[in-house]
C-alpha cells in the first residue's frame, strides 16, 4: 500500500553560491551583486498541472550585505515540465526576486534557476506527482474553493472516467463529522476514505445527492482514531467545474434514524428514544438506532450493544436487500448483546441497535471493535458507486416487510 505523503513547501534560509570567477557584461544593478540569500520555494511538490503553492524566490546582497533594488533576476527552467510566469524579475525594495511555478502534464522532477548577474545561480528542485497519488491537507470545519479540471485524477469506474480531487486529515480520537460539497458546475458525488492507520486503508462512505431535490453531497459520520480522506469528484463522467467543500464536527450520537456512517474502532453511549426508527428493516416494531457501515468479504466483525434500561438487540443488514434477507442478529438481552461474524459479502451493511421490545426507550452503549483483518488492498481503494442512499431512514423503508 502506497503512503499518504507528500512533500511540504518550506522555506529555507541558504547562504547563496560563492561568486563565480569572471565579469559579467551586464550594466546594471546586478553587476554588484555578490551573493544570495533567503530562498523561498525549493524542495515543493505537487500534483501534474497545478501552480505551486508558494513561489520561488530569493534574496539578491552586495558586497557590503545589502539587499541589491532593482536586480534583474533571470528564471529558467532547465529540465522537467514547467511554465513560469515570468523569466525575467528585478528585485524589490528588499532585494527579492521571484516567480511563479505552473507544473506540465510530465510526472517527475522540475529543475528551475534562478541567475543574477556573475553569482553562482540558485537551483530549486521541484516534483511534479500523479495527481492519483496526491492528498492535500485538510482540516476539519475548514472550507476549500476547489474545481475540478482535466488535471486532476482521472478514475474510470465501470467504464466511466470522473475526475477526483483528494483531501486527508487525521482523526487523533474518535470523531464524529460531516462534510458537504457543493457545486453549480456540476453534479456532486463525494467519497470517504479511511482507517485506523494507513495499512489498514480502506472505503468508509459515500453521497450522491444530499436530497431528492439537490445536486450536492452531504456525508455524516462517526469514525474511530485514523487518517482518513475525502475524494471529492462528479455524479457524471468527466465533469469539470467548480466546487466547494466544508465540513464540521458533529455529536457522537446515532439518533433519529438518520443515514450515519460508522466505522470499525468506536465506542458511542446514546439512546433509544420515540424519536428514532419505529422498527427494524423487517417490519417489527421496537425503536432502535441504524448505522451504516462498509464491509469486506471474510474480515472479521465483532459489535456489541450495553443497556441496564432496555433489553438490547442488534441486527446487521446487507444495504441492497433490507427486509428481503434475514440479517445476521444477536439474541434479545436483557442487558449484553453482540455479534462477532466472518463477513459473508464485500458490501454496505446497515446496523439496527435497538430495543426488542416494542415502545421501550432507554439509554445504550454500542460499540465496534477493530480489526486488523479489515484491510483494503490499496493505499486508496477503488472507487464505489451507489445508487442514490437517503440522508435520513424513511418510515416506508424502516417498515418495509
Avoid at 92 to 100: E, F, P, R, S, V
Wanted: glycine residues 10%; contains cysteine.
Amino acid at each position: 500500500m502506497k503512503a499518504l505523503s507528500f512533500f511540504l513547501p518550506v522555506a529555507v534560509a541558504v547562504l547563496g553560491g560563492a561568486v563565480a570567477c569572471g565579469g559579467s557584461d551586464s550594466t546594471g544593478p546586478e553587476i554588484r551583486a555578490r551573493r544570495t540569500t533567503a530562498v523561498v520555494g525549493d524542495s515543493q511538490s505537487a500534483p501534474t498541472g497545478t501552480v505551486l503553492p508558494i513561489p520561488l524566490s530569493f534574496v539578491v546582497l552586495d558586497a557590503g550585505d545589502v539587499p541589491l533594488v532593482g536586480a534583474t533576476v533571470t528564471w529558467k527552467v532547465t529540465s522537467g515540465s514547467a511554465s513560469l510566469s515570468t523569466s525575467a524579475t528585478k528585485t524589490d525594495a528588499n532585494g527579492t526576486a521571484q516567480t511563479t511555478v505552473t507544473l506540465g502534464n510530465t510526472i517527475g522532477p522540475v529543475v528551475v534557476r534562478g541567475t543574477v548577474g556573475s553569482v553562482t545561480p540558485v537551483t530549486f528542485n521541484l516534483a511534479a506527482i500523479d495527481p492519483c497519488s496526491y492528498a492535500a491537507p485538510y482540516t476539519i470545519g475548514s472550507t476549500v474553493n476547489g474545481a475540478l479540471t482535466t488535471a486532476d485524477c482521472h478514475e474510470i469506474i465501470q467504464n466511466l472516467g470522473y475526475y477526483y480531487d483528494f483531501y486527508d486529515f487525521t482523526a487523533a480520537s474518535q470523531q464524529g463529522l460531516t462534510v458537504t460539497m457543493t457545486s453549480t458546475a456540476f453534479d456532486t458525488y463525494l467519497d470517504f476514505y479511511g482507517g485506523s492507520d494507513t495499512a489498514h486503508f480502506d472505503f468508509v462512505g459515500a453521497n450522491d445527492d444530499l436530497s431528492q431535490t439537490s445536486t450536492n453531497s452531504f456525508v455524516q459520520a462517526i469514525v474511530g482514531p485514523g487518517v482518513y480522506e475525502f475524494g471529492a469528484n462528479s455524479s457524471r463522467s468527466n465533469a469539470t467545474g467548480a466546487y466547494t467543500l466544508t465540513s464540521t464536527l458533529r455529536p457522537l450520537t446515532i439518533s433519529g434514524c438518520e443515514f450515519l456512517w460508522v466505522t470499525r474502532g468506536i465506542s458511542v453511549t446514546d439512546g433509544v428514544t420515540s424519536a428514532d426508527c419505529p422498527s427494524d428493516f423487517n417490519g417489527t416494531d421496537g425503536y432502535g438506532d441504524a448505522a451504516v457501515i462498509f464491509l469486506r468479504a471474510n474480515s472479521v466483525l465483532t459489535m456489541s450493544e450495553h443497556s441496564t434500561v432496555i433489553n438490547p438487540i442488534l441486527k446487521l443488514y446487507r444495504i441492497d436487500s433490507l427486509g428481503k434477507i434475514p440479517p445476521i442478529d444477536s439474541a434479545a438481552g436483557t442487558t449484553d448483546v453482540s455479534i462477532t461474524d466472518t463477513v459473508p459479502a464485500t458490501n454496505v451493511y446497515v446496523v439496527f441497535i435497538g430495543s426488542s421490545v416494542a415502545g421501550q426507550t432507554g439509554a445504550y452503549t454500542f460499540s465496534i471493535a477493530s480489526s486488523a483483518s479489515a484491510a483494503g488492498s490499496k493505499a486508496r481503494p477503488e472507487p464505489l458507486r451507489f445508487p442514490p442512499l437517503p440522508s435520513r431512514w424513511p418510515v416506508p423503508v424502516a417498515r418495509r416487510n
